[in-house]
C-alpha cells in the first residue's frame, strides 16, 4: 500500500521505532474509525471546547483528557506502533502511568475484545512518546487501542509494517453510545491502564460505544452540561456525580433537575442514577447523599417513569471489599471490575428488554 508520506515529505512522521519497513498512519484518515473523542482546536476532546467554557473553568481543562477515546481498524501487521504527541501528561503519585498516560491494545479473537498489550509511556514522558508491540501473529484481526485517561493527546499516529493490510473495523453491535456522567471514577481514576476504567469493560461486555463524561473532582450537575447531555444521540445514560457535590444542599438543588432536563429532552431514554461508591470517611454524609438521588428515582417512578434505574454504589466496595481501591476512594482493577459488574448488569436488563 503506498502511503501518502511518500509524495509528500511534509506528512512523514520522524521515529526512533525500531522498524525498518514501519509506515506510520494519521488516525484521522480513513480507514481508521475514532469514538468517543473529537479532534478540535488541536486536541482530541470529550465535548466541544465551547461548551466545556460555558460550564466551569474544571470542564475546560478536564474535557480534553482522553478518556474513552478509541480508535479502531483491521490489520495483519506483525507489530502495532504508535507516535503520540501529547500536550499534556497527567502524572500523580497514586495513579499508574501506563493508566493515566498510555494507550492499551485489544484485539478481536473470537467475537471478543481481548487485551493484548500496553504502550507504555517512558517515566520521564513530557509531551508525547512513541512505543511498539509485536502481536506474535500476522491473522487479520480488528484493533481497538485505547486512550488515556487523564492526559491530552493533540496527534496521533499509528504504525504498521508497508506489507500489512488496513482495513475499517466492524461497527459496535450497538452504534449509539452509552453516555457517563460523574466524578474521576467515572473518568477513570485510578485504573492501571484505560481499558480497564469501568465503562471501558462494559463496552467489551456488550460490544457497544461510549462516551466517557466524567470529570475529575468537577461533576457538579450544572445546567449547561445537563443541557448539552439532553442533546446527545445516546442509547442509555448513567450519572454519579455526588462525589463531587460540594453539599448536599447542591446536590438536591442540581440532581433531579438534571434528570428532569434530560427527560425533558428525551422521554423514552433509559437513564440509570448511582450514588457515591468510595468508603464513608470520602463523602461527607453518604446516606443524605444517597436519599437525595433516591428521591429523584423515586418521584419519576411515582410520574409514571418506567425507563428510570437506581444503583446505590455504597454497597459495591461493601461487597467486593475495601481492598478494591487504591487509597480508600478510587478503585484499583477489582474495583473497575465490581463497578462494571453491578452497573453492567443493569444496562443487560435495558439491553433485553
Do not use: W
Not at 483491521?74 to 501529547?86: N, Q, R, V
Amino acid at each position: 500500500m503506498r502511503h501518502i508520506s511518500e509524495v509528500d515529505e511534509s506528512l512523514k512522521v520522524n521515529t526512533t521505532i525500531g522498524k525498518d519497513d514501519v509506515v506510520f498512519y494519521d488516525i484521522e484518515k480513513e480507514p481508521f474509525k475514532i469514538y468517543g473523542v473529537k479532534l478540535e482546536n488541536g486536541r482530541y476532546r470529550r465535548m466541544p471546547e465551547a461548551t466545556a467554557k460555558s460550564v466551569s473553568d474544571a470542564l475546560d481543562f478536564l474535557h480534553s483528557q482522553t478518556s474513552g477515546g478509541r480508535v479502531r481498524f483491521k490489520t495483519d501487521s506483525p507489530y502495532i506502533a504508535i507516535h503520540a504527541e501529547m500536550p499534556y501528561i497527567g502524572k500523580m503519585p497514586h495513579f499508574a502511568l501506563t493508566g493515566a498516560a498510555g494507550f492499551d491494545i485489544y484485539e478481536k479473537i473470537d467475537g471478543k475484545e481481548t487485551y493484548r498489550s500496553t504502550l507504555v509511556p517512558p517515566f520521564e514522558i513530557t509531551d508525547g512518546y512513541e512505543a511498539v508491540q509485536n502481536r506474535r501473529t500476522d491473522e487479520l484481526r480488528e484493533v481497538t487501542i485505547n486512550f488515556p485517561l487523564y492526559s491530552d493527546v493533540s496527534k496521533l499516529y499509528i504504525g504498521l509494517s508497508d506489507k500489512a493490510q488496513l482495513l475499517p473495523a466492524d461497527p459496535y453491535r450497538y452504534e449509539k453510545p452509552i453516555v457517563y456522567y460523574g466524578h474521576s471514577i467515572t473518568q477513570g481514576g485510578c485504573a492501571s491502564r484505560p481499558g480497564n476504567s469501568y465503562s471501558a469493560m462494559i463496552s467489551r461486555r456488550f460490544d457497544c460505544n461510549f462516551v466517557n463524561l466524567g470529570f475529575s473532582g468537577s461533576g457538579r450537575g450544572e445546567r449547561e452540561i445537563a443541557e448539552y447531555i439532553a442533546g446527545l444521540d445516546m442509547q442509555i445514560f448513567v450519572y454519579d456525580y455526588d462525589h463531587n457535590a460540594p453539599s448536599i444542599d447542591h446536590l438536591r438543588d442540581t440532581h433531579e433537575r438534571m434528570f428532569k432536563i434530560i427527560r425533558q429532552a428525551q422521554p423514552d431514554l433509559p437513564i440509570i442514577l448511582m450514588t457515591c461508591t468510595s468508603m464513608p470517611h470520602c463523602v461527607d454524609d453518604r446516606d443524605g447523599r444517597k436519599k437525595v438521588i433516591y428521591e429523584t428515582y423515586r418521584n419519576a417512578v411515582n410520574a409514571g417513569d418506567t425507563n428510570v434505574y437506581f444503583i446505590d454504589g455504597s454497597r459495591i466496595f461493601e461487597e467486593c471489599g475495601y481492598d478494591a481501591t487504591v487509597d480508600g476512594a478510587h478503585p484499583n482493577e477489582l474495583g473497575f471490575s465490581c463497578i462494571a459488574k453491578t452497573v453492567g448488569d443493569v444496562i443487560e436488563e435495558i439491553l433485553n428488554d
